[in-house]
């Protein structure tokens, strides 16, 4: 009994091993690629395989090694440098850069897929990119062109000289251009002066227009009122036709005539009667004396 009970311990530590040894020949045998991953398998150093796809995938155990190297995309910071714009000006740029690999086997074969040792060659790229987009441009052309402009000057002719690294520079953006202390205030004070120049020639336009308006207003105002003035003096001249018309129709009879005089002549005497003074001096064979003696004739 006891030694069936040795045969079966036996038995079963041969069976453990057996499973041991079996699961450390697949985890050799195998590796996963995850997502935004590269896996490379090295034989004796050399790559024979690229793996970019996540899922799970077989090699020879104890012969092949695997590098893995990141997809994913990385943004990296660099410190601010100085550069010299075409009219010898000085500017200090501060920029980042978004990058990525695209071809792993060549990051290996170049950079041994080592980031810091990318970061450096992507840094002086990046720079000289940089010093030389804005080496061409004066400064007021370099401030004009920041954003869109000069990020793709800068990106397309770093990507350029990355490419053979197997590194994509996504972008390569300045995120600050700034100027140096002793010169800033100069700088300001002459956009200032050109800003201050520009908002005076637009009050000058503005004011030219407005004094054209004016003067086409005033004209139109002097053939308005010039109109109207001429068509009063018709209406007058009608309006005093159409009066001494009608007044030499109701006098048009010596009964009439004679009856206007008398009219006219109380008026004149109701005029003449005003204030403190009562007297009247009258030539006898004047119209006025006739009324008040009563001679008509």
Known sequence: MEKTNNKGKIIGTVTALIVCVLAFLALSATYVVH?????AVRRFGKIISLAKEPGLYFKTPFIDDTQSISAQIVLYDIPKSDVITKDKKSMIADTYVIWKVV??????????????RAEERIEASVYNATKNAISSMTQDEV?????????????????????????????????????????????????????????????????????????ETDKEVAIVKANAEKDAAVLE?????????????????????????????????????????????????????????????
Do not use: W
């Open 35 to 39: 997502q935004k991953e590269y896996i």
């Open 103 to 116: 071809d792993p086997v060549k990051y290996i074969q170049t950079l041994n897929a080592i980031d810091a």
């Open 143 to 215: 401030i004009e062109a920041r954003g869109e402009q000069l990020t793709k000057l800068i990106s397309d002719e770093a990507n350029s000289d990355m490419t053979g690294y197997g590194i994509e520079v996504v972008q390569a953006q300045i995120k600050a251009l700034d100027l140096p202390d002793d010169n800033k205030q100069a700088v300001y004070e002459r956009m200032i002066s050109e800003r201050n120049n520009i908002a005076a020639s637009y009050t000058a336009q503005g004011d030219a227009e407005a004094q054209k308006i004016h003067n």
């Open 237 to 297: 001249a009608e309006g005093e036709s159409a009066y001494m018309s009608t007044l030499s129709k109701a006098y048009d009879t010596t009964e009439k005539s004679e009856f206007y005089s008398y009219i006219r002549g109380l008026d004149a005497i109701k005029k003449s009667l005003v204030g403190d003074n009562k007297t009247l001096i009258l030539d006898k064979n004047s119209e006025l004396a006739k009324i008040l003696y009563g001679n008509f004739n």
